[in-house]
């Protein structure tokens, strides 16, 4: 008798995956645009709505965009190898496919229709590529970085809900790159966290920890992503930030960076992430009494940065409400739509646009 336990063999033969033919008859795809139709009509099978949603809009615009380019077999073959490298570079620890929706725009893009500004909460902005899940514990006033990474930093405020009233026991996540422009996750040598920790408000919803100042740095140039970004002509540089996921209770998860002010790539950052609410000032402090009392070493200068973070309740608004719009008028649309002509293209921000 078998071990219940042991791992089951393949089968000797390929297998089905046990869905039966659709009930309707198909054409024979002899033209592209029964492709099209023929995809659309196998879309209907579907049961989710918004899985059907999803799937026809992804449909329609991948077809719309060959169809318009008239894109070849080789360019065809060169995108299916250029993704097939951007899945090979993924590691438990980069995230290369992120990196690929952060400059495409996509990444700020889903980031800001599903958290859309209204001027209560703290601004959203994108996750990054970099977050991990092993951030060591901080307590308040310790730092995330180990000595040596850079310029001392200060940082301090409270967590607040929109009515004002302080969160206590919220939970901190932060993270940054070193004064060399790596996050430790970069170096092959990482042995444990380094300038990123994992922080709780106090009773009073109030947090603090030291940490270094941040530099504009590159997004990591030696993958696929960085080539394309040479290949169309881009700068791969980012602004100075320090990355934050505030989580509480019966709030909305807050994910969001600040960006001192006047760094050269706040309006041309690669990946489109910056908001004018989350451009903040760093104070330079010399008394040394004051550096005495936050625990900067050696009672050195340093750079302070004072921030209030607002969570918005649960309650309050209905991310994607919108999309939801759609998608109810979606399911009562024909299932074969014709692919229609080419919307007007929208005029170009100037390239001088200022914050």
């Known amino acids: 008798m078998s071990d219940s336990t042991s791992v089951p063999k393949a089968p000797n033969v390929a297998q089905s995956n046990g869905i039966p033919p659709p009930s309707f008859e198909l054409p024979v795809p002899d033209t592209p645009d029964l492709v099209t139709e023929n995809v659309f009509k196998l879309n209907t099978l579907i049961t989710n709505p918004r899985q059907r ?3 026809d809009k992804l449909v329609e615009h991948l077809h719309v965009f060959a169809k318009e380019t ?10 299916i190898e250029f993704l097939t490298r951007t899945g090979q570079t993924c590691t438990p620890l980069r995230q290369e496919f992120i990196l690929l929706s ?7 893009l889903v980031e800001g229709l599903s958290n859309p500004s209204d001027g209560k909460g703290t601004d959203h902005t994108v996750l990054g590529p970099f977050f991990t899940e092993d951030a060591a514990e901080v307590s308040l006033g310790e730092s995330i970085a180990s000595e040596g990474k850079g310029e001392f930093l200060f940082v301090e405020g409270r967590v607040l809900n929109t009515d004002g009233a302080p969160v206590p026991g919220a939970v ?5 790159a070193d004064e060399n422009g790596f996050y430790d996750t970069q170096y092959a040598d990482r042995e444990k966290p380094d300038c990123r920790g994992r922080l709780r408000t106090d009773t009073q919803g109030r947090y603090s920890f030291r940490a270094v100042v941040p530099v504009p740095y590159p997004i990591p140039g030696d993958g ?28 909305k998860t807050l994910v969001t960076a600040l960006y001192p002010e006047g760094d050269t790539y706040l309006t041309n950052d690669a990946v489109f992430a910056v908001k004018r609410s989350l451009v903040v000032n760093f104070e330079q402090v010399t008394d040394a009494t004051e550096a005495q009392r936050r625990g900067i070493p050696r009672d050195k200068p340093f750079k302070l940065l004072q921030f209030d973070f607002v969570l918005r309740k649960d309650s309050e608004g209905s991310s ?13 649309r024909d299932p074969t739509p014709a692919l229609g002509p080419t919307p007007a293209v929208a005029p170009a921000v100037p390239r001088d646009a200022k914050l």
């Open 320 to 332: 994607g409400s919108e999309g939801h719009k759609v998608e109810a008028d979606h399911t009562k």
């Open 53 to 55: 949603l999803l799937m």
């Open 224 to 251: 696929p992503v960085g080539e394309l970004l040479t290949m169309l002509n881009r700068h791969n540089m980012r602004p100075a930030h320090l990355h934050f996921m505030v989580t509480a209770p019966g709030l």
């Open 70 to 79: 008239k894109l070849t077999i080789a360019e065809w073959r060169a995108a």
């Open 102 to 108: 952060d400059i495409f725009g996509f990444s700020s």
């Open 172 to 176: 901190i996540e932060t993270w940054e």
